[in-house]
């Protein structure tokens, strides 16, 4: 192994998607990209369920065949049996476009990931630990590290992207500007099994999700013989089981859920029980002068609709984007700052009302589980939801100064627009006629759940503040009207 750098441009903490997406982006621009990775990889992971979205990463980080010759599992689609519901949502059934993700383990994926990222120019180094950073003034300038061989020393840098998940090292170091939703405080439980029932519903491949009285659960086929199965619940309903065992809890919620338990009637428990809390945060700001916090760093959400590498890649490509541009002088650097800000809180946020409504389609059920899921005014501000849903719900805008208006507004329109897309793909005969009236309605269920699920940001119709993301010929930023100030809401 070469010797860690005294010096690097670009400074990325962290090797998981977020990380490794932004190190190979400026890579592949001609940056000086140094990234430092605690764990020797490849190493475990949850969050195995990946996004259509994920296919768009891929092709821009050049490692889209590499993917798709690693054998995951691909996903068509999820099914879901949600209260008295039954969903079968197959991918590009209403838009067209991708029709497939994957199921990964996180181990191969995140591996693959990284060492891609070191044949695109990126100087990685594994087993390194970042002890501390040091501040000019409000601007991270260096950084010491140090290695298990009892190595020591400091990089300086000019950018740093703290990709270092959970951990947040400069959230919850520096910054300490994270903060905790009142929504959304669950734990999951899980374990893999071999030798299941498929899906008796629905595409090979699919993830199933059921929901309990107390929960939900998901199964999610790794591959012909293994499936992850795991169990979500609120902390509180986990603490009053706290004297029973770990396995215990977990198989008595899963015998609650026909769905999942006649999947695994036939197999085999072949690993330990988990556990880790699913609490959802947020922090203040993602961004300020020198620095970008990108993936779980930044923010985290249950994980009810898979987004977390679908949220890691995305705030990863934009912060490539900004500090491509601001490195080769298009941008002034608050200005991509803020854009970035904006941008991933705005991603983030229709993602938390999208979760809330989805919850919202069981809250018939009489269960505190149910209940302790519904958005209150204290998980998020009138002006960052007015950002989020201004284009996307009429009316809300009216709404911004009466905060818990506002928050009711957002999650029962989107619950609408869930109904709405639901009830198009269970009439499959209508859907199938591709008249007028159904074309009409099928548009507009695709560009809500587009500008919700996809990369809004990466035209000029999704500008934020007249900014964008532009990837060719360049990665960076473009201005719909150059001339226009942003303005700026970054701490610096």
Known sequence: MSNIPNSTQILVIGGGPAGS???????????????????????????ESLLPS??????????????????????????????????????GELS????????????????????????????????????????????????????????????????????????????????????????????????????VKRLPQGQEGAIAVGSIPEGWLWGIPLDEEIMSVGVVMHKDLYKERRNKKLEDIYSEAIQECSLISDMIAPGELVSEVKVEQDYSYTSDYFSGPGYFVSGDAACFLDPLLSSGVHLATYSALLAAASIASIKRGE?????????????????????????????????????????????????????????????????????????????????SEMSKRIKENHDLRQDKETLASKDKSTDSAIQSTNNFFNAVEGFFSLSAAGAIDGVYVVTKPNLGLAQVTPTRELQTGVRG
């Open 21 to 47: 997406t932004a190190a190979t982006l400026l890579a592949r621009e001609g940056f000086d990209v140094t990234l430092l990775e605690r764990d020797i990889f490849p190493r475990y992971h949850i969050g």
């Open 54 to 91: 994920a296919l768009e990463i891929f092709d821009l980080l050049g490692v889209r065949e590499k993917v798709e010759a690693q054998g995951f599992q691909r996903k068509p689609g999820a099914y879901l049996e949600w209260g008295k519901e039954k969903w079968s949502l197959n991918f």
């Open 96 to 195: 067209g476009d991708h029709t497939y993700s994957f199921q990964v383990r996180r181990a191969e994926f995140d591996h693959l990931l990284l060492e891609h990222s070191k044949s695109q120019g990126v100087k990685v180094f594994e087993g390194t630990e970042i002890r501390q950073v040091s501040f000019d003034g409000n601007r991270p300038k260096s950084a010491t590290w140090s290695q298990s061989n009892g190595a020591t020393g400091d990089i300086s840098f000019d950018f740093v992207i703290d990709a270092s998940g959970r951990a947040g090292v400069l959230s919850t170091r520096y910054l300490k500007n994270r903060r905790n939703h009142n929504v959304f405080q669950n734990i999951a439980i899980w374990g893999y099994w071999k030798n």
């Open 331 to 411: 941008i002034d650097e608050e200005q991509a700052a803020t854009f970035y800000d904006k941008s991933y809180r705005q991603a983030y946020l229709r993602f938390l009302v999208f979760v809330s409504a989805f919850y919202d389609q069981n809250r018939g059920k009489d269960s505190y589980f149910w209940e302790a899921q519904k958005l209150s005014r204290h998980d998020f501000s009138g002006a960052d939801l007015n950002l989020a849903f201004l284009n996307l719900v009429s009316g809300v805008e009216d709404l911004v100064d009466a905060q818990e208006g506002a928050t009711e507004f957002a999650v």
